[in-house]
């Protein structure tokens, strides 16, 4: 057989054989590798034409044309098969059971929010700050001096006790100086009527510590407290500004009643209880039947607390309140440990 005769026989023969192969493909990977043995640099198609030396040139021009139009035939043909694979893969999938849109996403991070006693705190502040009320932040790691001293408290006074106060010691605090985690946010008070002049109205909360530790006393608690220096300011003012806060935080028709009571650096100083937000002020176990529930400390800036703080108390007058954050918060979400507040359990906070 010459090799004209051969060649051709072989190249019609490859002509069979490669759309055979390419139609049994069933995936683009095994496509590509089919036509990589095809086409490739040890293909058939290279391995027949290295026959071509055998062929006499007169026949060359012949064979050469044949070989031209089956690599145009193999390229179309791959193509094609391409195009009806993806077509098969892309009708699967549409005939496949559709997705669930409305399955809720598998989230990576569960999304949070604020603790309790942040948001609690921050609506306080939120009345206050609507009322007029220029919100500041003190130290959580106090001088004796701002915490007691120039509130008034006598040097023995039992809440300086050691049962009572976490007195810590401070690298670079003025020597001799005492200092503590401040037990409660009056120290404010001290500070802004020390640098600034009146009239002034300020409220501020954050953490505040005591040695206390029972189902309704934590070690560390939260307050807000607020108060006004200007000239002629009564108790009236105190009343109307407490009233309003009432009103704001347990709605219209709560009431509120003024306790006396002592603490140093007010006088006449008041404990003030809202009407039972629960019962209406009926009496329930909320309020232990009493239909009130206490919920801060008040009073009138004594005249020694300005003299501490460089006011003239014939010149100035003002009041002076401070509530417990977590009491508030416990009382709006019916939560009946602090402890709870503190243990920052998932199970527990998921649920404000
Ligand atoms: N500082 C007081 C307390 O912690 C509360 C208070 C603040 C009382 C302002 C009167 C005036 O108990």
């Known amino acids: 057989m010459d090799a004209t005769r051969s060649i051709e026989e072989a190249l019609e023969q490859f002509g069979q054989d490669f759309a055979a192969r390419f139609d049994a493909a069933t995936s683009e990977q095994t496509l590509r590798d089919e036509k990589a043995s095809v086409l490739g640099k040890k293909g058939k198609l290279t391995e027949i034409l290295k026959l071509m030396g ?49 399955m809720p996403p598998r989230l990576l991070a569960p999304r949070g929010h604020r603790h309790p006693l942040s948001q ?20 959580e790691v106090e001088l004796e001096e ?38 409660h946010t009056s120290a404010v008070q001290v500070r802004e009527m020390s640098s600034r002049p009146p009239p002034m109205a300020i409220v501020s909360s954050g953490a505040v510590y005591r040695r206390d530790d029972d189902i309704t006393h934590s070690p560390m608690f939260h307050q807000v407290e607020g108060f006004l220096v200007d000239r ?80 003239d108390p014939e010149a100035y007058s003002g009041f002076a309140f401070g509530l417990g954050v977590d009491r508030i918060a ?5 939560i009946n440990d602090i402890r709870l507040l503190y243990e920052n359990a998932p199970r527990f906070l998921t649920q404000f």
Not at 257 to 284: I, M, N, W
Request: net charge neutral; hydrophobic share 40%.
């Open 232 to 311: 002629r300011v009564t108790f009236g003012h105190l009343k109307a500004v407490l009233d309003a806060f009432a009103t704001r935080l347990y709605g219209p028709g709560t009431r509120t009643r003024f306790r006396p009571s002592y603490f140093p650096f007010v006088e006449p100083g008041a404990e003030v209880d809202v009407s039972c937000v629960f019962c209406g002020g009926q009496g329930c176990r909320v309020c232990k039947q009493t239909g009130w529930i206490e919920i801060l400390g008040c009073g009138m800036i004594h005249p020694a607390v300005f003299e501490q703080c460089g006011l």
């Open 120 to 139: 609690t705190q921050d609506d306080l502040l939120a009345i206050f700050r609507d009322l007029g009320f220029l919100s500041v932040e003190g130290p």
């Open 54 to 102: 055998k062929v006499p040139a007169e026949d060359r021009r012949r064979i050469g044309e044949q070989v031209n139009a089956l690599k145009d035939a193999v390229e179309s043909r791959f193509e094609a098969r391409l195009e009806a694979l993806r077509r098969q893969r892309r009708e699967a999938e549409l005939n496949a059971p559709p997705f669930d849109l409305s």
């Open 146 to 183: 701002n915490n007691f001293t120039k509130l008034a408290f006598p040097p023995d006074h039992p809440a300086t006790d050691m049962q009572d106060t976490f007195w810590v010691d401070v690298q670079g605090a003025p020597s001799g100086a005492r200092t503590l985690l401040r037990t």
């Open 330 to 334: 416990m009382l709006r979400y019916g």
